[in-house]
């Protein structure tokens, strides 16, 4: 793992941008903990800047003239992987690109500054994610050219019915698009119905839905009010917005709210899962994957205290151990995990077999 000492942590700006090398490099410079050793135009200056300052994160913008910073991006995790935040504008095309990279290794990824609110923002958020960057571990391109097809991955697994009323509610942060599509990938059409709270940017979360829509053999949108919580959807709460469950006769619909930020987030992983624990009880599924910080460790509580199984990623799987660790130290963890056994442990818990009787590695807490 990536560790930080307690020097200022060095960040190098790239950006073709000069306004937004300005912008980027006074925030940073506002921060006790960071020092910003250098800026650069393009991705050809920027890797003798790397070479010579040794940074321990970048940010990297994706539109720039003489290498694109997706190209580059991928030259930089294959031979020097700093730990990356993609710094891109809010159209669709480069947003669809920001995920890529994310899952090209990028630990984050936020949104260029359009005017004086969205440079507020900006501040508001830069400094945490430079610091989650700096603890993280890079993560090296995945080809799902090379995995079998979604629906046939672990239909094997799956002995007996599944319970019709199980809802899977799903919580990451930093990391986190690259491992809820890992486990979305591997999940069979009729799974249960899910909910996800994942930090992301407004202004990503919708292309984040659509992304994994037009991969997975599962129904993936981005929430709206009233959505209904069906076997096979997948619902994710947008950017900006709290994400709850309701009943809806005898099912469950979502309700978005722009309550308060919980932990300094909105969506809000402890919201959601608090909402599940209220509404679902012993028929909630937590999950609690990679993530900087303690969001989702209360709410994941909240559901075992309700009689609902909880899983979180381990720290190997993980490309931040921040909120699984949280939610380990509060006892709030039936089972942890690596990223590659959550899809099973998911199909063998709603089982109608009952939970954690079948032999795949996994850790299970003491209760």
Do not use: N, W
């Amino acid at each position: 793992m990536r560790v930080v000492s307690t020097r200022k942590i060095k960040v190098l700006v790239v950006d073709d941008s000069a306004m937004v090398r300005r912008i980027l490099s006074e925030a940073i410079a506002g921060e006790e903990d960071m020092e910003l050793v250098g800026t650069a135009p393009d991705p050809y200056v920027a890797r003798e800047k790397i070479l010579a300052l040794r940074p321990d994160v970048i940010t990297l913008d994706i539109e720039m003239p003489r290498m694109d910073g997706l190209t580059f991006l991928k030259e930089l995790i294959a031979h020097y992987p700093v730990p990356t935040i993609i710094i891109s504008s809010q159209g669709q095309a480069s947003c669809a690109t920001a995920l890529e990279a994310l899952r090209c290794g990028a630990v984050d990824v936020m949104a260029k500054p359009a005017g004086p609110y969205s440079v507020g923002d900006l501040r508001l958020h830069l400094a945490a994610k430079i610091r989650s960057a700096a603890i993280s571990k890079p993560r090296a391109i995945h080809d799902r050219r090379t995995l079998p097809a979604p629906q046939e991955r672990l239909r094997d697994a799956r002995a007996s019915a599944l319970h019709p009323e199980v809802v899977i509610a799903m919580g990451a942060s930093t990391g986190g698009t690259v491992a809820i599509q890992e486990i979305l990938l591997q999940l069979p059409a009729d799974i249960p119905g899910i909910v996800i709270t994942q930090h992301i940017p407004a202004a990503f979360s919708s292309a984040f839905a659509k992304r994994l829509d037009s991969l997975c053999g599962l129904s993936v949108k981005e929430a709206m009010t009233g959505d209904i919580v069906r076997p096979g959807c997948v619902l994710i709460a947008p950017g900006d917005q709290h994400l709850v469950l309701r009943r809806a006769g005898a099912g469950y619909a979502v309700e978005l709210q722009q309550g308060p930020r919980v932990c300094y987030q909105r969506p809000s992983v402890d919201v959601m899962f608090a909402s599940v624990a209220q509404i679902a009880g012993p028929l909630g599924v937590g999950v609690l994957l990679t993530g900087m910080g303690a969001d989702g460790a209360r709410g994941l509580l909240a559901l075992k205290r309700a009689g609902a199984e909880t899983v979180a990623q381990d720290e190997a799987s993980c490309v931040v151990y921040g909120m699984p660790r949280e939610a380990v130290l509060l006892g709030a963890v039936g089972t942890v995990a690596s990223l590659a056994d959550i899809p099973k442990i998911l199909l063998d818990v709603i089982s109608e077999r009952g939970p954690f009787d079948r032999g795949f590695a996994r850790t299970r807490m003491d209760h």
